[in-house]
Each structure stands twice: as structure tokens, then as C-alpha cells.
């Protein structure tokens, strides 16, 4: 089999780079291979009933898939370069900005067309914040909410099934480098080539992507990973703020160690979620546009950053360590009342239920001093306590904490401002480069290298 083009991973990058390559080069061959379902067969077994906690399958619905990790999203598109990956230090600042608005129209012009925009500009939020020791920033955010995500990424593949070749549950286990271009290897022997190669495996390609970088002799680095918990409180606390700004990134540079503790994935009356990423459970959150799926409760992760100097390089590593060993402790995910674990003990189901947080995900009552580093922990506090301070009531003692919020950055690959690695023609780019941890940004980077192979073609 010969492309012209393959792409590897069909999650937000692989899918805007292929929609791009159909509207710009139409003439030209492209095959997708996907690990995962096409997205009408992703179903996580989780029901909360029979299946209570992750079941680890071989491919996992929430991760793999038509729409990649972010198919059962929030879809939370934010347009900007302060967060969300650093795209705009390869292709420039203006624009970056300009393809995440491109993606805006696109997702706009697929079923999102009724989603609001919201904006951190001339909030008077950024005032409230600085004056409590914390800085808002600046944003503006598509939510799309999980339920319209869908249906804008159930238009993409009507519009793209006839123009390109879907390959599902497909892996690809290797990739070659030829006198042409590039051979991928799958199944049972089984190969393909292609003059370009667009590799977009996301966080749950890592592992994969590594063992790639290290065979071809690319170069990379790692030494970053985001430790912390996701916060569920009662939605009117944060109200004020979700209603204006729905999501707020809110960081607060700790006291004692000076580190930097961030707000992240906020979703209001939303759901906490497990996930699972290579075998290890940890928490995430969704919420819904649908107001029949909202729920009472508000919930965001408070992370903290870990960067490593040498000689240490595995800071994934050191975040699977952690998320393990809650996942030894509790099975999975642990969940503590703020209360609890300021008293030092152990929360349990009696003083869970008898609180005013009704936990939205079935998770083990436990002890997150037992699993977070001090140094961690003592960040997440005093930050629960600033946010105190702009939303009276997030520090009560019945909030409750969920652990561990893990978020890994894959390993950064070298890239040029084409996003090419050393080898010409193979382009890597979305959450699997290292370069982009976002939907905006990764979509983004699959924007901009179809349009270089476009105007190549
Ligand atoms: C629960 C959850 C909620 C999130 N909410 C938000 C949000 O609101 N806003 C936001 O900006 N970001 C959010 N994110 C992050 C966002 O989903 C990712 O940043 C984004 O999906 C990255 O896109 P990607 O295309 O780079 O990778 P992915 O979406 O991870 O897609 C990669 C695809 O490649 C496939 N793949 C991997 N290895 C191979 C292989 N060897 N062969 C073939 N296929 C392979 C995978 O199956 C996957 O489908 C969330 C993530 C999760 C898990």
C-alpha cells in the first residue's frame, strides 16, 4: 500500500491535519491508522453499577479512538499562548493564535455553532485575583462541553470518511525510514508507505513515541510532570467566576517553597472521572452542555509543577511512582474531605455522606498525605486557602480532594519551525511531540504542518 501522506493517531491533531490535507490537496492519497474504535464504538465499561473502577482494556475507550483523548472531553478550546503547549515558539506567537482560531471556525461551523466564547479580557476578576496574591490568565475559551464535542467530531468524520482512509484498531508498531519516504509496520507483518509521515500519537502514544525516538536516533528531552489533586465543591462557590469566564487558570506561587500551583480543567457543574493512562488510574473531569447531565457540584485540578535537572530524566517515571501508589492504596482513586486531611486522618463514607459535596465519582475514601510528597501537598493547601479568598468556602472542610492528578508531558522532540524532526517529510506534532498539551494547540499543529505539505505538493 502507497500514500502520499499517512497520519498516525486520528486524536485532534491527526484529524484537523487530515481535514486540512483533504480541503488544501485534495489530489492527494491519505491514510490514517488509529489504535482505537472509530468514535460510535468508544465505550468506556465504567457504570458506575457493575463496573465500578477502571477494568484496564486493552485499548481504552476514554484515550483511543476517533477524537483521540479529547473525544469525551470537555471540549474546552482555549485560544491562547499562555498554556495549553508552546507552539507559538516554533511557528510564532500571531501565528498560532491565528490557527487556533481557524480551528474555532471549524469546530463552530460542525455543530458548535450555538457554544458560547468566553474571554478573561477587562474581567474584573484579574484585579480581585491580584489582590489575593493570584494572577488570572488571559484566555479566551470555546467550550463545546462534551456532549456537542461530539457531535462536532461525528460531522468531521461525515465530511472526511469518503476523502480519507480510516484505519481502526490499527496500531502502528513501527516506523522505517526509506529511500522514498517512510514504511509503517502493523498487525501481523503487515505494511505500508507513504512520502509523508504526520505522527500525532498523543499522551497515550508516549511510551510509544520514546522507543520510535530512540530507535531512529531522533533526539528529545523530559523533565517536567504536573502532581496534584482535582477539587469538587458546590457549584455556587465558584459560580461567580465559571458563570463570567467558565474557565478561570488562576496560579499562586506558594509561600514556603515558592513554587507555582495552578488552577486547571475547571468544569462546573461537572463530573470527576478516573482515567487511565498505560495501566495507571488517576482523575480527570468532565462537564456537560446538556443541562439534563449537569450536576450540583464545580471541580478543577490543582496542580503543581515538577522540573528535574539532571542527572535525573524520568519525570514521568516520577509520576507514575505516585499515581501507583495511590492506585495501591485505594484500587484507584482516593478521595479526602479538605477536613480530613488538615486533621490528619483518613476520610470514610459517614462523614463523606454527611457532608455537603456528594462525590460524583465512586472513588476509595483515603489519606492523600500518604501519597503526595509534603512539598506538594503543603502548595495545594495554602493555594485551597488563596482561592479561599476570591470564592469563600472552597477551603470548608467537606470539599473534597481527588488523587492524584497526574499531568505528563511526553518527552520533547527536536523539532524545526516546520515541526520536522531530523528525518525530512516526518512531521510530529500534537500532545505526542511534547510541543502541545491542549485541543486548540494540538489541532493547531495539524493545521499547520498539512498546509506545509500542501503548498509542497
Ligand atoms: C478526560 C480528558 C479531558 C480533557 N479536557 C480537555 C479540555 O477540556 N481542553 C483541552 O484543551 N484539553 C483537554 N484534554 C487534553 C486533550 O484531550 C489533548 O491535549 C488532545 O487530545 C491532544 O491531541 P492529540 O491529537 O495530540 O493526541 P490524542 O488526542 O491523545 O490522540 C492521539 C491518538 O493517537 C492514537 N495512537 C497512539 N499511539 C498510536 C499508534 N502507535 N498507532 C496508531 N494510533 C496511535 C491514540 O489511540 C489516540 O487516538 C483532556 C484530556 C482528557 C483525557
Known amino acids: 500500500m502507497k ?55 486493552p485499548t481504552c475507550a476514554i484515550m483511543n479512538g476517533f477524537g483521540g483523548a479529547g473525544a469525551f472531553s470537555d471540549g474546552k478550546y482555549n485560544i491562547t499562548n499562555d498554556f495549553g503547549g508552546t507552539l507559538h515558539e516554533y511557528i510564532g506567537k500571531t501565528k498560532a493564535l491565528e490557527l487556533m482560531q481557524y480551528v474555532d471556525e471549524i469546530n463552530v461551523s460542525h455543530g458548535g455553532e450555538n457554544t458560547r466564547m468566553f474571554s478573561t479580557a477587562g474581567s474584573e476578576f484579574k484585579k480581585l485575583c491580584m489582590q489575593n496574591k493570584l494572577t488570572l490568565l488571559d484566555a479566551s475559551v470555546r467550550h463545546l462541553g462534551t456532549d456537542i464535542n461530539y457531535v462536532v467530531l461525528e460531522q468531521l468524520y461525515a465530511e472526511l470518511k469518503d476523502k480519507i482512509e480510516f484505519r481502526f484498531l490499527t496500531p502502528i508498531k513501527e516506523i522505517e525510514h526509506t529511500d522514498n519516504g517512510y514504511r509503517v509496520l502493523y498487525g501481523d507483518g503487515e505494511s505500508a508507505e507513504c512520502d509523508k509521515l504526520i505522527v500525532s500519537v498523543g499522551r497515550s502514544g508516549s511510551k510509544w513515541m520514546e522507543q520510535v525516538c530512540k530507535k531512529m536516533d531522533i533526539p528529545t528531552s523530559s523533565n517536567r510532570v504536573d502532581l496534584g489533586v482535582r477539587v469538587e465543591i458546590p457549584a ?51 462537564s456537560f452542555e446538556d443541562p439534563s447531565k449537569k450536576t450540583k457540584n464545580t471541580n478543577f485540578a490543582l496542580l503543581v509543577a515538577k ?36 486533621r490528619g486522618r483518613r476520610s470514610n463514607w459517614k462523614r463523606i455522606n454527611e457532608g455537603m459535596v456528594q462525590p460524583t465519582l465512586q472513588a476509595t475514601p483515603g489519606d492523600l498525605s500518604l501519597v503526595l510528597p509534603k512539598r506538594i501537598l503543603d502548595g495545594i493547601i495554602e493555594m485551597i486557602y488563596a482561592l479561599d479568598r476570591i470564592a469563600p468556602g472552597t477551603a470548608n472542610d467537606d470539599t473534597l480532594l481527588y488523587g492524584v492528578e497526574v499531568k505528563f508531558y511526553n518527552m520533547e522532540v527536536k523539532l524545526s519551525e516546520r515541526l520536522e524532526c531530523n528525518y525530512p517529510g516526518m512531521f510530529i506534532i500534537g500532545d505526542g511531540s511534547g510541543v502541545t498539551h491542549s485541543l486548540s494547540h494540538a489541532s493547531a499543529s495539524g493545521v499547520y504542518v498539512a498546509d506545509i505539505i500542501a503548498a509542497e505538493a
Open 3 to 57: 500514500y502520499d501522506v499517512i497520519i498516525i493517531g486520528a486524536g485532534p491533531g491527526g484529524i484537523f491535519s487530515a481535514y486540512e490535507l483533504a480541503k488544501k490537496a485534495p489530489q492527494l492519497k491519505v491514510a490514517v491508522f488509529e489504535a482505537g474504535n472509530p468514535l460510535e464504538k468508544r465505550h468506556c465499561p465504567i457504570d458506575g453499577d457493575k463496573v465500578k473502577s477502571c477494568i484496564k482494556c
Open 236 to 286: 455556587e462557590i465558584f459560580s461567580h467566576l465559571t458563570d463570567k469566564l467558565y474557565e478561570s487558570k488562576i496560579v499562586y506561587r506558594t509561600a514556603k517553597f515558592e513554587d507555582a500551583v495552578r488552577t486547571f480543567c475547571m468544569n462546573p457543574n461537572g463530573i470527576v472521572v478516573s482515567e487511565n493512562t498505560n495501566g495507571i488510574v488517576t482523575v480527570n473531569g468532565h
Open 307 to 342: 522540573h528535574f535537572s539532571e542527572p535525573f530524566k524520568d519525570s514521568n517515571g516520577y509520576g507514575e511512582s505516585i499515581a501507583r501508589l495511590s492506585n495501591m492504596l485505594g484500587g484507584g482513586v482516593i478521595v479526602q474531605r479538605f477536613g480530613d486531611l488538615e
